[in-house]
C-alpha cells in the first residue's frame, strides 16, 4: 500500500499520526517540487503571452 | 468518610480534566478564529488593489495577490515557521533566556518533517499559531502587492512575495517579536502588533523593489513633474481598504498569547508575544482611538476619501506597538501624526520619482516606523519582558529596532529585485504595459460589455 495508515485502532492513538507509508520528506519534496513546476509554468506562460504582443 | 474522600478527588480530578479540556479548545478556538479574520484582510487587498488599477489590469493586479496568498502558505510550512523559533538570538541558532529558541526547539518545534506540524492529538496549538503567522506572512507579501500594480511579472512577484513572507519578515519577527528575540532580550525593544516587523519591513522591502522595478508607462513627465494614474474603482479600493481594517482585528488577535496552557505565560489574563499582560478590552480602547485619529488627520490634511480610509489603517499602524500600554486618547494623538505623516511622505516619494501605486512605503514603511518610535517616546520604562531583570522600552532601543527592521526590509528587497531585473524577470514589456495585462496574459475580461468591442450584454440563448 503506498498511500494509507496502519493504524486501525484510534484509541492507540496518542500523538501524532499521518496517512502515507513512506517519510513525510518524500510528500514535502513532491509538494515543493510542485510549487516550483508551477513556477516554471507561469514564467513559461507569461514569456509566451508577452511575445505575442511583440 | 475515606469513600467520600475517594469519590471527590475523582471528582474533582474530572472537573480538572473537563476544565483542562475546555481551555486548551477555547484556545485553539480563539486562534483558529484569527484565520478566517485576517483572510479578510486579504480579500480588501484583493479589492483594494484591483480597485486602484485601471480597467485594463483590474484581473491581472488580482491574479498576483491571490497567488501571493497561496504561495506563501507552503513556502512558510516549509522555512519560515522554523526561522521564526530557530534566530531569536541571531545567526547562531543558539537558545534564548526564555528557552523557546534555538536550533533543537526549532526542529521539535516546527521541523516541516517533524510530528508537530501535521495532526497529532496531542498537540492543539501549532497548526493554529502556524495559520495565524502564515497570515501576517500573506500580509506582508499583499503590502508590497499593490504598490506594484500594473507592471510587475507575475511570477517575477511571486518569487519577490516568498522572500518577504517566508524568509525576511519573520527573521524580523524572531528578532524582535519573540520572547528571546535579541532586540527585545538586549535593547527592550517592544512592538506588541508588529508595526515593525510586519509593517516597516514589508514597506521598505516594497521601496527596495520599486527602486528597480521603476515607474509605469507615463507617471511622469520628462519635467519630472507627476501624473495622477487614477484606479478604475474607487469604491473597490474603499471598500477593500474597510475589509483590511476589519481584519487587523483578527491581526491583532493573533497577536496575544492564550493563558492557561502549557505554552502560556499564565493563569486568567491574556499575555503579549512578550510574556506581559494585556487585555482584549485595552487594545479595543486604542486601535478604535487608533482608526479614528488616522482617519481624521488624513481628512484633514487631503480631503480625498482614499487617504482617509489609509489614514484610518496608518493610525492603527502608528499605535500598533504599544497598543498594550497607550491611554486612549493618547492612542489618537499618536495615530493622529501617523495620519499627517502619512501624505506628506508619499509625496517626498513621488518627488523622487518613485512610483508607489497605493502608498504603501509611507503607509507601512515609514508609518510602521513611526509606530515602533512613538513606544520609545510615549511608553518608555515598562519593562519589555515579564522576567526579573528584563530590560525596560527605551527610546534608544525602539529607534535602533526601527533602524534594524527598515534595514531588514530594504536590502533584501532591493537584492532580490535587482537579480530578478538582471534574469529578465522584474517588469513586462512596454506594448504589454500599454495594451493592459489583462488582455496580454488573462484568458477573461474583468468587464466584457465595456472592454471588448463586439461583446454583447446578452448571451445568444437570449
Known amino acids: ?54 | 468518610m475515606e469513600e467520600q474522600i475517594a469519590a471527590l478527588a475523582a471528582e474533582l480530578a474530572a472537573l480538572k480534566d473537563a476544565t483542562a479540556g475546555m481551555n486548551r479548545t477555547a484556545a485553539e478556538t480563539f486562534y483558529w478564529l484569527t484565520i478566517p479574520l485576517m483572510v479578510l484582510i486579504h480579500a480588501g487587498f484583493l479589492s483594494y488593489e484591483m480597485g486602484a488599477s485601471r480597467a485594463k489590469n483590474a484581473l491581472a493586479s488580482g491574479i498576483k495577490n491571490i497567488l501571493a496568498f497561496a504561495f506563501i502558505i507552503p513556502t512558510f510550512y516549509y522555512v519560515g515557521w522554523f526561522i521564526y523559533w530557530a534566530f531569536p538570538t541571531g545567526f547562531t541558532m543558539s537558545a534564548g533566556p526564555a528557552g523557546i529558541s534555538g536550533l533543537d526547539y526549532a526542529i521539535a518545534a516546527a521541523s516541516p518533517v517533524g510530528s508537530a506540524m501535521g495532526p497529532n492529538v496531542a498537540d492543539s496549538a501549532t497548526g493554529v499559531f502556524f495559520g495565524a503567522f502564515a497570515m501576517f506572512a500573506a500580509t506582508t507579501a499583499s503590502i508590497m502587492s499593490g504598490s506594484l500594480i500594473e507592471r510587475i511579472q507575475i511570477v517575477g512577484f511571486t518569487i519577490l512575495a516568498i522572500v518577504l513572507g517566508s524568509f525576511v519578515w519573520i527573521l524580523g519577527a524572531a528578532w524582535g517579536w519573540h520572547a528571546d528575540g535579541w532586540l527585545v532580550t538586549t535593547l527592550g525593544y517592544h512592538d506588541f502588533g508588529a508595526a515593525g516587523v510586519v509593517h516597516a519591513i514589508a514597506g521598505f522591502f516594497t521601496l527596495g523593489v520599486l527602486i528597480n522595478l521603476g515607474a509605469r508607462v507615463g507617471k511622469f513627465n520628462p519635467d519630472g513633474t507627476a501624473n495622477a494614474i487614477s484606479g478604475h474603482s474607487m469604491p473597490s479600493a474603499l471598500v477593500g481598504l474597510m475589509l483590511i481594517i476589519a481584519g487587523f482585528w483578527g491581526f491583532l488577535m493573533g497577536c496575544v498569547i492564550f493563558p492557561g496552557e502549557a505554552w502560556s505565560w499564565g493563569q486568567g489574563i491574556f499575555a503579549t508575544i512578550y510574556g506581559t499582560p494585556v487585555t482584549l478590552s485595552a487594545m479595543t480602547f486604542n486601535i478604535l482611538m487608533g482608526f479614528a485619529g488616522g482617519a481624521i488627520a488624513a481628512w484633514v490634511m487631503t480631503h480625498d476619501p482614499f487617504w482617509m480610509m489609509s489614514g484610518a489603517l496608518g493610525g492603527i499602524i502608528s499605535v500598533a506597538a504599544g497598543l498594550d500600554l497607550y491611554w486612549p486618547p493618547m492612542a489618537f494623538v499618536i495615530a493622529a501624526i501617523g495620519g499627517i505623516i502619512m501624505p506628506l511622505v508619499a509625496g517626498f516619494v513621488e518627488k523622487m520619482k518613485i512610483d508607489d501605486a497605493v502608498g504603501a512605503v509611507a503607509l507601512h514603511g515609514v508609518v510602521g516606523l513611526w509606530g515602533v518610535v512613538a513606544v520609545g517616546i510615549f511608553a518608555a520604562g515598562y519593562p519589555a519582558l515579564a522576567s526579573e531583570g528584563a530590560p525596560t522600552i527605551t527610546l534608544y532601543g525602539q529607534v535602533i529596532g526601527a533602524l534594524v527592521m527598515a534595514a531588514l526590509g530594504f536590502v533584501p528587497g532591493y537584492v532580490v529585485s535587482f537579480v530578478l531585473k538582471k534574469l529578465g524577470m522584474l517588469r513586462v514589456p512596454k506594448e504589454s504595459e500599454i495594451i493592459g495585462l489583462d488582455k496580454v496574459k488573462v484568458p477573461i475580461s474583468a468587464y466584457p460589455e465595456f472592454l471588448m468591442p463586439g461583446t454583447s450584454s446578452t448571451s445568444p440563448a437570449e
Open chain 1, 1 to 54: 500500500m503506498l498511500i494509507g495508515t496502519n493504524i486501525s485502532d484510534w484509541a492507540a492513538v496518542d500523538g501524532a499520526y499521518y496517512a502515507g507509508t513512506g517519510s513525510e520528506a518524500i510528500w514535502l519534496a513532491i509538494s515543493a517540487v510542485l510549487c516550483v513546476l508551477a513556477l516554471v509554468a507561469g514564467k513559461r506562460h507569461e514569456k509566451a503571452a508577452y511575445k505575442r504582443v511583440g
